[in-house]
């Protein structure tokens, strides 16, 4: 499902990284771990088409995302959830417009999109919130809309960048076990973390990067 060849990635004379190779297969739930700096994100926004790789090549779904035409890349998102660190939320719609909006991008029938939107919500503690505008959330309600914005319309892929910082134990374990639930439905998730103890939630397949290099790698 995902496949990465050798990218190399530099941002003003900055190696950000040096030769990263991973694959990740359908259904299969990834950590990539490392520092600040180490290459995490970018990694991710090559997968998402944020970023374009220097040298290498990275498929998804059997499409190389290197040979991708700009005009291309809204179809090639349609079908993936990102759960951004900077959250990326439209601060003056409320919770339920910033989730509907996923579902219409993904062209979710309503049926199964109003069965999503509450089952996600009831898992996420936002039922009582989602009629507030998102500005209006704490630091923590905002990153479950961005992750309820994420997963809603069962994307095939789910990229999350620090999905739980701001979460207290219990919502990290529900987060947890909604993105677990996603990996057995079929979705291929990767997670980008600095905390071990995340790491640790999910140990059969990891990638470890240190400055833009792998030092270690755990594949199923």
């Not at 009582?128 to 914005?149: D, F, N, P, Y």
């Not at 997963?151 to 990229?159: A, E, H, M, T, Y």
């Not at 076990?177 to 979705?187: H, K, P, Q």
Request: charge should be positive.
């Amino acid at each position: 499902m995902i496949k990465l060849f050798h990218v190399y990635k530099t941002f003003d004379d900055r190696t950000v990284l040096d030769d990263v190779s991973l694959q990740v297969e359908k259904g299969n739930i990834c950590c990539i771990v490392g520092p600040n700096g180490a290459g995490k994100s970018t990694l991710l926004k090559m997968m998402f088409c944020q970023e374009q790789a220097d040298r290498g090549q990275v498929m998804i779904n059997s499409q190389n995302l290197t040979r991708v035409h700009r005009r291309e890349v809204p179809s090639v998102r349609r079908r993936m959830g990102f759960v951004f660190e900077d959250l990326q939320l439209m601060g003056r719609k409320s919770v339920l417009e910033n989730i509907t909006l996923a579902l219409t991008i993904a062209g979710t029938s309503k049926k199964r999109g109003q069965h999503n939107m509450d089952r996600v919500l009831t898992t996420l503690e936002l039922g009582s919130r989602k009629h507030e505008q998102t500005s209006e959330l704490s630091a923590g309600e905002q990153q479950r809309v961005c992750i309820a914005r994420a997963v809603v319309s069962d994307p095939l892929v789910l990229l999350a960048d620090e999905p739980t910082a701001s979460l207290d134990a219990t919502l990290t374990a529900a987060v947890f076990d909604l993105f677990r639930g996603m990996s057995a439905r079929g979705t291929t998730v990767v997670i980008a973390t600095q905390k071990q103890d995340v790491a640790d939630q999910f140990p059969q397949h990891r990638l470890v990067l240190n400055q833009g290099r792998v030092v270690n790698a755990i594949n199923p």
